[in-house]
């Protein structure tokens, strides 16, 4: 088939005018209603494809299939028809737009921007899930973006779609075919298993495309298309937050949830998948990094064994206004912040104390020294203050090693004491009881009679300090 050389046939009522894209299994076409004007794009299989029982009656049941959903997230399908030539077509809606693929060579986006883009395509597929149809290549050049402000998205190219048929519980399909883009295909689909092909197959191209939104790759790549279908049924995909670490590990969780080997480890749903996504989502802005990916995890886990039974849109609202650490985290971060302040409270205060105390310490060690320095009093001329080196240095040495004891000065304050007992005067000259009324000269010639001196005051010598008091300690 050379696409070239149907340019100005007639397909229907419509005109062949310019070839918008080719493949292996055919090529669309822009066509013309010649009288109303009308546009609308073409899509010609091939003459083997044409020529084939087999093959034809599976694009004739496709396409009425599409044409029954009738759904605003999928092409709509207009006619069917072979031409003069032999060529099977079908007449679909014209798009003014591009692909998902060129869309994403600006670069990746971010799990916020990504969601409308999921709601659409799951949307999309839960309509062709529930009229039995099978996507079977959902990639980015299948996800249509059209022009305009808001956001919207058409499904195309149900060429490989899975039909069940009317007489049987399987689906219409061979065993051991493989159908799809290696990148894109699900474990079963890879491996021929057509029997495991269903809506879980779909899901988990979905979960491929959502990851090269975000990650701006896909998880398996290779030159050789039995590399990657080798690593689409046995390997790990590389965890997402390795390529891209803004996304949340709730996200990210769901995404590799996709890309499960087993079916029926994957989300229920179409709609089930988008219901998660935007509750993961929600949940994660909603509450704090730490809480925001533990929680969103497990309400994941939580939900999903009941998600497919609940109405849709009521998932939603239980995780982003029913959760419990959506309303108790305000009210945790506040006790935390007390704890803290009170913590630095408690220290400053302590330190406070500490300062005073030893400042009041060495007020009074000081006020010892002088007193000590000025008991002393060394017959320097100079004020004390000069005397001493190192006040601290004297206090500290004047409280650790005491002065020594005047031996002398303690004996001669015994005598005096004994002496005191027998002198007629008390030691401040006053008579003592005994003479009491009588003369002081009387007194005094007693006392020289019996030869005992007078009562003197005690002068008390203060014990001698070395000069040298507070050499070899430490100064300021």
């Known amino acids: 088939m050379v696409p070239d050389q149907l340019l100005g046939k007639k397909f229907g009522n419509y005109v062949a005018t310019e070839l918008l894209g080719a493949g292996g299994m055919g090529a669309v076409y822009l066509a013309e209603h010649p009288q109303i004007r009308r546009r609308v794009a073409i899509k010609v299989i091939s003459r083997l494809l044409s020529e084939d029982p087999e093959g034809s009656q599976r694009f004739l049941t496709e396409a009425q299939a599409v044409a029954e959903i009738e759904h605003a997230n999928i092409v709509q399908v207009f006619d069917f028809g072979r031409t003069e030539d032999g060529y099977l ?29 999921v709601e659409q395509i799951c949307t999309g597929l839960q309509a062709a899930h529930d009229r039995r149809v099978i996507h079977r290549d959902l990639k980015p050049a299948n996800i249509f973006v059209l022009d305009g402000l808001a956001l919207k998205i058409k499904l195309v190219d149900f060429g490989l779609a899975k039909l069940l048929g009317p007489d049987a519980d399987g689906w219409k399909t061979e065993t051991g075919v493989v159908f799809g883009t290696p990148r894109y295909m699900a474990p079963e689909q890879a491996a021929g298993e057509t029997s495991h092909v269903g809506p879980a197959t779909d899901i988990y191209s979905l979960g491929t495309v959502i990851y090269e939104m975000l990650a701006g790759r896909t998880p398996f790549e290779g030159s050789a298309a039995g590399t990657v279908l080798a690593k689409q049924i046995t390997a790990k995909p590389p965890a997402l937050s390795d390529i891209c670490s803004q996304v949340s590990p709730a996200i990210e969780a769901l995404v590799h949830r996709c890309l499960a080997k087993q079916p029926s480890q994957r989300p229920a749903s179409a709609m089930n998948l988008a219901e998660l996504y935007a509750a993961s989502l929600n949940a994660t802005q909603s509450l ?174 203060p014990p001698k300090v070395p000069n040298h008091v507070g050499e070899g300690t430490i100064g300021f």
């Not at 693929?101 to 799990?111: E, M, N, Q, V, Y």
């Open 89 to 117: 077509y079908t007449v679909m809606e014209y798009l003014k737009g591009e692909d998902l693929f060129k869309h994403l060579r600006k670069g990746p986006i971010s799990a916020g921007e990504a969601l409308p883009y």
């Open 288 to 461: 704090p990094p730490d809480i925001a990916s533990k929680a969103a995890v497990a309400q994941i886990d939580f939900i999903d064994p009941i998600a497919a039974t609940l109405p849709s849109g009521s998932v939603e609202p239980i995780l982003s206004d029913g959760g419990v650490a959506n309303r108790a985290w305000p009210f945790i971060l506040v006790l935390g912040l007390a704890a803290v302040g009170s913590g630095i409270w408690l220290a400053y205060g302590l330190s406070q104390n500490r300062q005073a105390a030893v400042g009041e310490l060495t007020q009074a060690a000081k006020r010892k020294t002088l007193g000590i320095a000025v008991d002393l009093g060394s017959g320097d001329s100079q004020p004390v203050q000069r005397r001493a080196v190192n006040l601290e240095s004297t206090a500290v040495q004047a409280k650790t090693v005491p002065p020594k004891k005047n031996k002398r000065s303690k004996t001669r304050r015994i005598k005096t004491a004994s002496m005191n007992r027998k002198t007629p005067l008390d030691a401040g000259g006053a008579p003592s009881r005994r003479d009491a009324g009588r003369p002081t000269s009387a007194i005094h010639a007693d006392a020289r009679s019996a030869k005992t001196p007078l009562p003197q005051k005690a002068k008390e010598r």
